[in-house]
T-cell receptor, first 112, second 120 residues
Framework: AQSVAQPEDQVNVAEGNPLTVKCTYS??????LFWYVQYPNRGLQFLLK??????LVKGSYGFEAEFNKSQTSFHLKKPSALVSDSALYFCAVRDTGGKLIFGQGTELSVKP | GAVVSQHPSRVICKSGTSVKIECRSL??????MFWYRQFPKQSLMLMATSNEGSKATYEQGVEKDKFLINHASLTLSTLTVTSAHPEDSSFYIC????????????????FGPGTRLTVL
């Protein structure tokens, strides 16, 4: 079965510093990977996806993610964090029938 | 981008009553929608896949008679929590995949804003 893991429950970053939110995956076949962000009491917003092609994927709000096949990772990154980036971030992998399997989520806190 | 709405955004009900939550794709058709449940600061748990014109597919451990799903049109799926109890209190989120049916795997899902259910 497909699965993703987010090893950090929380990531704390100072505003202006680079941020990384980690995600590792386990899939059979080619992985289709996604990152979503959730603000308090809101639905999820799509950030970016990896289907095929370049390992470095650029997405919304200045985020990017690097697909690393050898390490089975898909870490989310941003060069300079903003306070408004504080939210809950989910990594997900596509399962059969188009379903998404989500990681546990990582709470990102960016302090001024 | 595509928009998915949910109604109501928040509902409080008494134990034993039934609650219906609507999920609509506003500017696109969705033959499939997904229903998730989320506890505070936790991940989304897929409950079921809603299929237009046919029965929903439920994930293991989800009671079909408890969580009734109806996908009567290409833009509307409903989740009815029957005989709700306090343990059903949760945040319920629906989503619909973008793009044509053959490209679901490659396109992101569009999520509704969620419905907060509180059962007293």
């Amino acid at each position: 079965a497909q699965s993703v893991a987010q090893p950090e429950d929380q990531v704390n970053v100072a505003e202006g510093n680079p941020l990384t939110v980690k995600c590792t995956y386990s899939v059979s076949g080619n992985p289709y990977l996604f990152w979503y962000v959730q603000y308090p009491n809101r639905g999820l917003q799509f950030l970016l996806k990896y289907i095929t092609g370049d390992n470095l994927v650029k997405g919304s709000y200045g985020f990017e993610a690097e697909f690393n096949k050898s390490q089975t990772s898909f870490h989310l990154k941003k060069p300079s964090a903003l306070v408004s980036d504080s939210a809950l971030y989910f990594c997900a992998v596509r399962d059969t029938g188009g379903k998404l399997i989500f990681g546990q989520g990582t709470e990102l806190s960016v302090k001024p | 981008g595509a928009v998915v709405s949910q109604h109501p955004s928040r509902v409080i009900c008494k134990s034993g009553t039934s609650v219906k939550i609507e999920c609509r794709s506003l500017d696109f058709q969705a033959t499939t929608m997904f229903w998730y449940r989320q506890f505070p600061k936790q991940s989304l748990m897929l409950m079921a896949t809603s299929n237009e014109g046919s029965k929903a597919t439920y994930e293991q451990g989800v009671e079909k008679d408890k969580f009734l799903i109806n996908h009567a049109s290409l833009t509307l799926s409903t989740l009815t929590v029957t005989s709700a109890h306090p343990e059903d209190s949760s945040f319920y989120i629906c989503s619909a995949p973008g793009g044509a049916s053959g490209s679901w795997s490659y396109n992101e899902q569009f999520f509704g804003p969620g419905t907060r259910l509180t059962v007293l």
